[in-house]
């Protein structure tokens, strides 16, 4: 398997949405969620997430869509990929599908441009964390374990979570 350790390397099966046409999937996709331009080179686009997926880790025992995906990569301090969360841009019975490449990690995006000093907006979604500055999205992780991981006093963290009837928190 390939090893994954910067976007900076190419990916042929990762096109990153500033790059698409006006009238692509991923762009419209992100248009009509209203995502700022400046976050247009933050988010992949691939073909099959499935096929982007084994090219990066190899086989998996795991299933994962082989569909059309909006890919959003997490990373490390350093910019280190160590885990992802595709999107589906067509109909699916799995809307998000996140993968972790290295099992030691928590899921959270934004740890690439966080600055520990300042206030750190915590969001359930990658897609709410996009809209606020120094915000984190603990893609559907524990809230106390994610943040735990990140080595910042508990006081510096504001969480924003969804307004969802069915979740307990």
Sequence with gaps: ????NSIDEPDELLTAVSELPEDHVAKVYCRSRLIPDSKLSDLFYTENYANWIEYNIGPSEKKYPKDRRLVMLMKDESGNIFGAQG???????????????????QKIYGIDKLNKELPIFVFEGIIDSLFFPNSIAICGGDIGTSLNQLNVSI?????????ECRSKD
């Design 1 to 4: 398997p390939r090893v994954i």
């Design 87 to 105: 999107r589906a841009l067509d109909k699916s019975d799995i809307r998000y599908s996140t993968v972790k490449f290295d099992e030691e990690r």
């Design 155 to 163: 006081d510096k963290f504001i969480a924003v979570l969804d307004n």
